[in-house]
């Protein structure tokens, strides 16, 4: 600072002798490039004045020289104020943190305090919270059969209301299929009925074929042995045993009796097969009026179960069959 203030008042003409300095400086600048170029070389002797009277260190290369000397000795000494500012403020905030350092460590201490009290009434908090939890738990769970009684009875009626009306829906679509279920009831004993009618007509077809058959064989036996009774008389003998016995065909007239004797018998045994047929069939036609009773009682109860109110048939019990 002192060197630029020197500088400075030089470069002002303030002082004595300004060449003088000047050219010194100069010399002592070129004994040193001098040195450092080629040794011990003496250096040249001062520069004597011109004719006007003015040394040579203080021509315009000088001049320009010692004007950038100034301005780097003027900047440097702001900067040298500059300095001298930012330490004062550092001084001042140095003073300030050393005088608030105590009220932060009690700051610091409070806060701290402060923090624990917190804590300690976050914990009494809820314990209180816990405890009230309890209660009011117990209180409710306490008050639940009373508030059931009302609740169970809303829900009944909320409960009968529907039912009432699925119920009126159900009847509704029951009522609508109880006719089908009603036949659909029949139809088995229906169709075991028609079974049982083809069973007694075909009984009766067996029985009409063993009686045509038996009638078959008596009419042959008739044949070869002629109507019972018939007179022997001359022209008026029957049957081809009696014409071959009377015309001394005595071996074929015992033959076709015996055959004749033999369809006799078959057609009284068929006959008899017959008489069995029909009396089966009969038996059979005698349980067809059961087929139907019982139909209608299959329907009844498949429409009473849709239907309570469906009108009952006859009943089976007591009903000659």
Do not use: C
Not at 265 to 285: C, K, N, P, Y
Not at 308 to 321: F, Q, R, S, T
């Amino acid at each position: 600072r002192v060197s630029s203030q020197f500088l400075a008042r030089r470069a002002s003409g303030v002082g004595t002798r300004p060449s003088l300095a000047l050219t010194a400086a100069a010399a002592a600048a070129g004994n040193a490039m001098g040195g450092a170029a080629g040794g011990s070389a003496p250096a040249p002797a001062p520069a004597s004045a011109s004719a006007d009277g003015q040394w040579i260190s203080v021509g315009e290369e000088a001049k320009q020289a010692n004007a950038e000397l100034v301005k780097w000795a003027q900047e440097a000494g702001k900067k040298a104020e500059e300095v001298e500012k930012e330490a004062k403020k550092v001084e001042k905030l140095a003073k300030k943190a050393t005088d608030a350092l105590p009220n932060a460590l009690a700051e610091v201490a409070d806060a701290k305090a402060a923090a624990q009290r917190a804590h300690d009434d976050e914990l009494q908090i809820r314990r209180m919270r816990d405890a009230l939890q309890r209660e009011a738990t117990q209180e409710a769970f306490e008050m639940i059969p009373d508030m059931l009684v009302g609740i169970k009875k809303e829900a009944r009626e909320k409960a009968k209301i529907v039912a009432e009306r699925k119920a009126a829906a159900l009847k509704e679509q029951q009522l609508k299929e109880a006719p089908k279920a009603a036949i659909a009831a029949r139809k088995p004993y229906e169709e075991a009925e028609k079974r049982a009618a083809a069973f007694a007509a075909a009984w009766v077809k067996r029985g009409n074929q063993l009686e045509s058959r038996s009638a078959d064989l008596v009419a042959q036996a008739q044949q070869f042995q002629g109507s019972v009774g018939a007179s022997s008389e001359v022209g008026d003998m029957q049957g081809l045993a009696n014409i071959a016995n009377a015309t001394g065909d005595v071996i074929g007239a015992k033959r076709m009796a015996r055959e004749a004797k033999k369809m006799m018998t078959t057609a009284v045994e068929l006959r008899q097969q017959a008489g069995e047929a029909f009396a089966t069939a009969a038996s059979i036609e005698a349980t067809l009026p059961a087929y139907e009773r019982e139909a209608a009682q299959a329907a009844y109860h498949a429409e009473y179960m849709l239907n309570p109110d469906a009108v009952p048939g006859e009943p089976l019990v007591g009903v000659p069959v």
